[in-house]
């Protein structure tokens, strides 16, 4: 059903990186149309603001302005573009991509499918992360939940879900195989996913902007 569904949309990306990214993403005819190509981060903001596809690939190694620079400004300047970081390692460069803003991540040398499917659930308003990183997701959510808050600015809490959907990406389990234990769709799966995403980039925004008001 899911695949089904991912097939018959067409999606809108702008690649940002060098021309190994470009390479390694051959995307089908009519799948998934590339509005543009950016080998600097500076020129991935510019583009993205000329262009407003639905998804960034941004190589999490762009030069010039790097990846989480990248990612804050398309939090603030272009949101409705929702950006996947492409990377070589499940990382702490690529997990800081995340938190600055990217809805998801992608190893480069993952099979084209997987470079395509993750393209398509992320413009879906899903996530999708690396084992490790879904890890630290958890891990930095519940640190923050734990820290004495100010009461107008609560930190986040997880849901049962969200916390159980984290912890089993987090263990090396596939959306797929998460969503075979409980009887529901890999869709269902990446929204709670990015559901605990989006509380993260919430907090870590308002935190930012805390602190650049004292």
Same mark, same amino acid.
């Given at each position: 059903?899911?695949?089904?569904?991912?097939?018959?949309?067409?999606?809108?990306?702008?690649?940002?990186?060098?021309? =190994?990214?470009?390479?390694?993403?051959?995307?089908?005819?009519?799948? *998934?149309? /590339?509005?543009?190509?950016?080998?600097?981060?500076?020129?991935?903001?510019?583009? /993205?603001? =000329?262009? *407003?596809?639905?998804?960034?690939? $941004?190589?999490?190694?762009i030069?010039?302005?790097?990846?989480?620079? /990248?990612?804050?400004?398309?939090?603030?300047?272009?949101?409705?573009?929702? &950006?996947?970081?492409?990377?070589?390692?499940?990382?702490?460069?690529? !997990?800081?991509?995340?938190?600055?803003?990217?809805?998801?991540?992608?190893? $480069?040398?993952?099979d084209?499918? =997987?470079?395509?499917?993750?393209?398509?659930?992320?413009a879906?308003?899903?996530?999708?992360?690396?084992?490790?990183?879904?890890?630290?997701?958890?891990?930095?959510?519940?640190?923050?939940?734990?820290?004495?808050?100010?009461? $107008? !600015?609560?930190?986040?809490?997880l849901?049962?879900?969200?916390?159980?959907?984290?912890?089993?990406?987090?263990?090396?389990?596939s959306?797929?195989? *998460?969503?075979?234990?409980?009887? /529901?769709? =890999?869709?269902?799966?990446? &929204?709670?996913?990015?559901?605990?995403?989006?509380?993260?980039?919430? !907090?870590?925004?308002?935190?930012?902007? *805390?602190?650049?008001?004292?």
């Amino acid at each position: 059903m899911d695949s089904e569904h991912l097939s018959a949309e067409r999606v809108t990306v702008l690649v940002a990186g060098d021309a =190994t990214l470009g390479d390694a993403l051959r995307i089908p005819s009519g799948d *998934i149309e /590339v509005v543009g190509h950016a080998s600097t981060g500076n020129e991935a903001v510019a583009a /993205v603001l =000329t262009e *407003i596809p639905d998804v960034l690939l $941004l190589d999490a190694r762009i030069e010039e302005s790097d990846a989480r620079a /990248v990612c804050r400004r398309m939090r603030e300047w272009a949101p409705a573009t929702r &950006v996947v970081a492409a990377t070589l390692l499940d990382d702490e460069r690529a !997990y800081t991509t995340v938190v600055a803003g990217a809805a998801g991540a992608v190893l $480069l040398d993952a099979d084209n499918d =997987t470079h395509v499917r993750t393209i398509k659930e992320v413009a879906r308003g899903e996530s999708v992360l690396l084992s490790r990183m879904a890890g630290r997701v958890l891990h930095d959510l519940d640190a923050w939940a734990r820290r004495s808050a100010d009461p $107008l !600015y609560p930190p986040p809490t997880l849901t049962a879900t969200e916390r159980e959907v984290l912890s089993r990406l987090g263990e090396g389990a596939s959306p797929a195989t *998460i969503a075979a234990a409980h009887a /529901v769709t =890999t869709h269902l799966v990446n &929204v709670h996913t990015g559901f605990a995403v989006g509380k993260l980039h919430r !907090y870590v925004l308002g935190n930012e902007r *805390i602190a650049a008001e004292q």
